[in-house]
């Protein structure tokens, strides 16, 4: 029996099908979690006065961020502004910023503290309670770890405080029990000695799996700060904080650029 073949007409008519299957998948419109763009969250590290660690900025330099800040025009506003953002998936206006504290280092309360009692400017400091309760510093190059009497002076003070995780592990090696007890034991801790409904999350390294999204919000988390990893589309309850890390080495058109300042000729 003839075995029939496929005429060249076929075949064309096959790839065109193929072609419109694959454009059309592709443009498959999946609900995003909602972050706003362009970035409108710094993220600081260490604070010192003399270092050459990559994630330790001067209080020198972190002073001239504070004014090239004022001086460009942006409002610091409060990260709960940005939350309520991402929650109604609304914008905000170009030149608002927020500022993120991440490990809760001896020097952001020595250094940074005052700069921003100064400039009157509202923070968020991510803590990880762990490290918090031995002392243990997340970097061996750090200051130090701030101790819960700080933690306690800050959220006194007005600033916000936030979970960066319990012992600062990388999630994205973490069983799904093990992120459960890493999540609900920063929270339990963090409101028991600040007395503050803690809400949101910034991930240790930066790291995380997309299918863990949903253990945050069984923890009540409401907002998850990135840094390294960012996995696009997720789910939409819960906010992704895109943010701009500030290094030692960060340069003033550098920061202006990420908050999407672009009006070069009136920069300072």
Known sequence: MEIPTLSKYSLSFAFLCLLFLVFGLWNVKTEETYAPKPLHVLCYHD?????????SRTTEKLKYDFQLLRDSGFKVVPLEKIIEAGQKKVPLALREAALTFDDATTGQYQYAR????SFGYPATFYAPTALVESGEPAAKEYSGTMAWADIQKLAEEGFYIASHG??????????????KEEIQKSLSLLRKRTGMNVLDFCLPYGLYKREQEEHFLEAGIRSMALTTTDHGPGIPALVKIRRFEVLADTG????????????????P
């Open 47 to 55: 604070i010192t006065p003399n270092s050459s660690f990559k994630y």
């Open 114 to 117: 005052p700069l921003l009692k």
């Open 166 to 179: 319990h012992s600062h592990k990388d999630l994205s090696r973490l069983s799904p029990g093990d992120l």
């Open 252 to 267: 003033a058109e550098e920061i202006l650029e990420a908050l999407g300042w672009e009006n070069k000729e009136k920069r």
